[in-house]
């Protein structure tokens, strides 16, 4: 990054153009906002010269003090390079302050007429800062330094052009209306006496073209525009990627000639809905759903996690020997609809993967969906719908169990990167994409579950500490339908899991009327002093979190019952007549750790239905899946 501070002359005489993304915001700093107090600043500055002018000094010690005349600083512009032909006008994207630098030249430009009109000496150097010499131009527009976005660059050449425009029909512009405004200020501040002070308006150029000072932020090609805007804007305000990608993507398109208002219809206004301007995440992690776009598109075009924080520099570098701008505008329209699908902003073509879809986006598996995007952008013919369903199934599979084991997340994002390189390359070859998928998610260090770990994890983890609510409901709630689709002689029914309640069936607080039994079947009354009443009381405080005691309940449980002995419990789990997980424990005489161990393998059982295994998976490539 270059970042310097430069007089106007230096940034606006060389041969240079400086073009305004075409889809950027209005033009809109005003009069009252922006305008007057800008002028007041040049008219402070410029009276600043002017003292010094007046001292009386001979040249030398005249330019010596001119130098040490305070500048007035405008801020900071933020500029990356575009590709230009060898020999012509340098080209700079601004990718941050336009509203500034397109209020300068208008500044510029209406002091030029009023140096004009005075034949001043000024009048050529301060033009040059407007327009670039005729005989380095080779089409129309190459001789605007500024070059404004599309929608306004048919009124630019009158807003700036000589002569003063009277144009009735572009007189209302807000760039005529500026331009107007400055060459009145510039008039009224040169005037004394009723006539135009030649000193006063040489000041006033002077002062606009050595005193007045951007500071210029040239990016390189590693640079990230994202980071850097939101450090000049303390973070407050942090610039969106997308939309640093989309002034990429446009000027690109513009540079190529292409229809942008076609492409931009075609391709991009669906983004301008309310559904993309939503934020998602929480806290630090909190994004606009077209920045998650963004790096969902880009970790599937690259094969490698895209880093959130730098997803413009990473776009950027992509697109710089990628596919054609419609080409790549058509890839980010394919993975939108995708990412829509996923999120069920579209609907889902199969219960099967809304139910998955549902559960990963439920648990916030962010990491994972590149890989689901980018198998929903597969045609059908290379991957059709049963494939689809178990590359699906595998990944939830494969995220669930490891969450109900107590796995770690860190490292999912290269994880599913990398199943996803290696789901392309098999793309590419002809190869199974679901059996790829499958397979690659075994590899390298973060395990699917084993058979043997689920069981484990349901018998001894205490899943109650361990987990959110939301996660229990939706572990319960799951096995729950299982059990009422495998169950013929249940009726199907629609049951809303989220809004249920979970239930301890031995509370949490038994020790009053959940006396502790020995292995003799004798009750073992509460001493701190007896090891035996010790040990007995530490696994049952274990026992009553872990999976096999906790359960679903609706809103007509009678929670004045919850802390009661069995006998006064068990007659409220029988009238829950809804929910298919709670008729065993209604049927259970009695309630003990016992009949929390055997509850716990039944749920576990039921779980690795729900999420089979790798090998159960690979073996229905052959077989239907079941629906559920």
Same mark, same amino acid.
């Given at each position: 990054?270059?970042?310097?501070?430069?007089?106007?002359?230096d940034?606006?005489?060389p041969?240079?153009?400086?073009?305004?993304?075409?889809?950027?915001?209005?033009?809109? +700093?005003?009069?009252?906002?922006?305008?007057?107090?800008?002028?007041?600043?040049?008219?402070?500055?410029?009276?600043?010269?002017?003292?010094?002018?007046?001292?009386?000094?001979?040249?030398?010690?005249?330019?010596?003090k001119?130098?040490?005349?305070?500048?007035?600083?405008?801020?900071?512009?933020?500029?990356?390079?575009?590709?230009?032909a060898?020999?012509?006008?340098?080209?700079?994207?601004?990718?941050?302050?336009?509203?500034?630098?397109?209020?300068?030249?208008?500044l510029i430009?209406?002091?030029?007429?009023?140096?004009?009109?005075?034949?001043?000496e000024?009048?050529?150097s301060?033009?040059?800062?407007?327009?670039?010499?005729?005989?380095?131009?080779?089409?129309?527009?190459?001789?605007?330094?500024? +070059?404004?976005?599309?929608?306004?660059?048919?009124?630019?050449?009158?807003?700036?052009?000589?002569?003063?425009?009277? &144009?009735?029909?572009?007189?209302?512009?807000?760039?005529?209306?500026?331009?107007?405004?400055?060459?009145?200020?510039?008039r009224?501040?040169?005037?004394?006496?009723?006539?135009?002070?030649?000193?006063?308006l040489?000041?006033?150029?002077?002062?606009?073209?050595?005193?007045?000072?951007?500071?210029?932020?040239?990016?390189?090609?590693?640079?990230?525009?994202?980071?850097?805007?939101?450090? *000049?804007?303390g973070?407050?305000?942090?610039?969106?990627?997308?939309?640093?990608?989309?002034?990429?993507?446009?000027?690109?398109?513009?540079?190529?000639?292409?229809?942008?208002?076609?492409?931009?219809?075609?391709?991009?206004?669906?983004?301008?809905? &309310?559904w993309?301007?939503?934020?998602?995440?929480?806290?630090?992690?909190?994004?606009?759903?077209?920045?998650?776009?963004?790096?969902?598109?880009?970790?599937?075009?690259?094969?490698?996690?895209?880093n959130?924080?730098?997803?413009?520099?990473?776009?950027?570098?992509?697109?710089?020997?990628?596919?054609?701008?419609?080409?790549?505008?058509?890839?980010?329209r394919?993975?939108?609809?995708?990412?829509?699908?996923?999120?069920?902003?579209?609907?889902?073509?199969?219960?099967?993967?809304?139910?998955?879809?549902?559960?990963?986006c439920?648990?916030d598996?962010?990491?994972?969906?590149?890989?689901?995007?980018?198998?929903?952008?597969?045609?059908?013919?290379?991957?059709?719908?049963?494939?689809?369903?178990?590359?699906?199934?595998?990944?939830?599979?494969?995220?669930?169990?490891?969450?109900?084991?107590?796995?770690?997340?860190?490292?999912?994002?290269?994880?599913?990167?990398?199943?996803?390189?290696?789901?392309?390359?098999?793309?590419?070859?002809?190869?199974?994409?679901?059996?790829?998928?499958?397979?690659?998610?075994?590899?390298?260090?973060?395990?699917w579950?084993?058979?043997?770990?689920?069981?484990?994890?349901?018998?001894?983890?205490?899943?109650?500490?361990?987990?959110?609510?939301?996660?229990?409901r *939706?572990?319960?709630g799951?096995?729950?339908?299982?059990?009422?689709?495998?169950?013929?002689?249940?009726?199907?029914?629609?049951?809303?899991?989220?809004?249920?309640?979970?239930?301890?069936?031995m509370?949490?607080?038994?020790?009053?009327?959940?006396?502790?039994?020995?292995?003799a079947?004798?009750?073992?009354?509460?001493?701190?002093?007896?090891?035996?009443?010790?040990?007995?009381?530490?696994?049952?405080?274990?026992?009553?979190?872990?999976?096999?005691?906790?359960?679903l309940?609706?809103?007509?449980?009678?929670?004045?019952?919850?802390?009661?002995? +069995?006998a006064?419990?068990?007659?409220?789990?029988?009238?829950?007549k809804?929910?298919?997980?709670?008729?065993?424990?209604?049927?259970?005489?009695?309630?003990?750790?016992?009949?929390?161990?055997?509850?716990?393998?039944?749920?576990?059982?039921?779980?690795?239905?729900?999420?089979?295994?790798?090998?159960?998976?690979l073996?229905?490539a052959?077989?239907?899946?079941?629906?559920?």
């Open positions: 990054m270059d970042a310097k501070t430069y007089p106007l002359q940034i606006l005489k041969e240079r153009r400086y073009v305004i993304p075409t889809f950027q915001r209005d033009y809109e +700093w005003t009069l009252d906002g922006q305008w007057r107090l800008l002028f007041e600043d040049l008219a402070s500055t410029a009276d600043r010269l002017l003292e010094v002018r007046a001292g009386g000094d001979d040249s030398t010690k005249l330019k010596a001119e130098q040490a005349v305070s500048p007035h600083f405008l801020g900071a512009i933020v500029c990356a390079g575009l590709p230009f060898t020999g012509g006008v340098a080209l700079r994207s601004v990718i941050d302050g336009q509203q500034r630098l397109t209020t300068v030249q208008l430009r209406g002091l030029a007429d009023v140096l004009a009109e005075t034949s001043s000024r009048t050529k301060v033009r040059r800062m407007l327009f670039n010499p005729d005989d380095v131009v080779e089409s129309p527009e190459e001789i605007y330094k500024l +070059w404004p976005r599309r929608r306004d660059r048919a009124v630019w050449p009158t807003a700036v052009g000589e002569p003063t425009p009277d &144009d009735s029909t572009t007189a209302g512009h807000l760039y005529l209306q500026a331009r107007r405004f400055f060459a009145d200020a510039s009224d501040y040169a005037t004394a006496d009723d006539q135009i002070d030649p000193a006063r040489l000041a006033l150029a002077d002062a606009l073209s050595s005193l007045f000072k951007l500071v210029v932020i040239d990016l390189d090609d590693n640079d990230d525009a994202q980071v850097i805007f939101e450090v *000049l804007n973070r407050q305000t942090p610039l969106s990627a997308i939309d640093l990608v989309k002034n990429l993507l446009f000027l690109r398109g513009e540079l190529a000639e292409d229809d942008v208002e076609r492409l931009y219809d075609t391709y991009w206004s669906h983004f301008d809905e &309310d993309w301007k939503e934020t998602v995440g929480r806290g630090h992690a909190q994004r606009g759903r077209r920045d998650v776009l963004l790096s969902v598109w880009l970790t599937a075009a690259t094969g490698t996690e895209a959130v924080g730098h997803l413009y520099r990473e776009a950027r570098a992509y697109l710089a020997d990628g596919p054609s701008t419609e080409e790549i505008l058509k890839q980010l394919t993975f939108a609809n995708a990412y829509q699908t996923i999120y069920e902003a579209l609907p889902v073509e199969d219960a099967r993967l809304a139910a998955a879809y549902r559960n990963i439920a648990l598996i962010t990491t994972a969906i590149p890989l689901l995007a980018w198998l929903r952008t597969i045609p059908a013919e290379h991957l059709p719908l049963e494939a689809h369903v178990r590359a699906v199934r595998a990944v939830e599979s494969w995220a669930l169990r490891r969450t109900f084991v107590g796995s770690q997340t860190r490292g999912y994002g290269s994880h599913l990167a990398r199943v996803l390189r290696e789901g392309k390359t098999a793309a590419e070859a002809g190869a199974d994409i679901a059996d790829t998928v499958i397979t690659q998610l075994q590899n390298g260090s973060l395990s579950p084993s058979e043997a770990e689920m069981v484990d994890a349901f018998q001894t983890r205490r899943f109650y500490e361990g987990m959110s609510q939301m996660r229990l *939706l572990l319960l799951s096995i729950d339908h299982l059990l009422r689709v495998e169950d013929a002689r249940e009726p199907s029914a629609v049951i809303n899991y989220d809004n249920l309640q979970i239930e301890h069936v509370p949490q607080s038994w020790q009053e009327h959940w006396p502790l039994v020995d292995e079947g004798h009750t073992v009354p509460p001493n701190p002093s007896d090891p035996v009443w010790v040990a007995l009381s530490a696994e049952r405080a274990r026992a009553v979190d872990r999976i096999g005691n906790l359960t309940v609706t809103g007509t449980f009678n929670q004045g019952v919850s802390n009661l002995g +069995w006064d419990k068990r007659p409220e789990f029988e009238q829950q809804s929910l298919v997980i709670n008729y065993p424990v209604a049927r259970s005489t009695e309630w003990s750790e016992d009949a929390i161990r055997d509850r716990s393998a039944v749920l576990a059982a039921a779980a690795m239905r729900v999420w089979p295994s790798p090998d159960t998976l073996q229905a052959s077989q239907p899946c079941p629906s559920g």
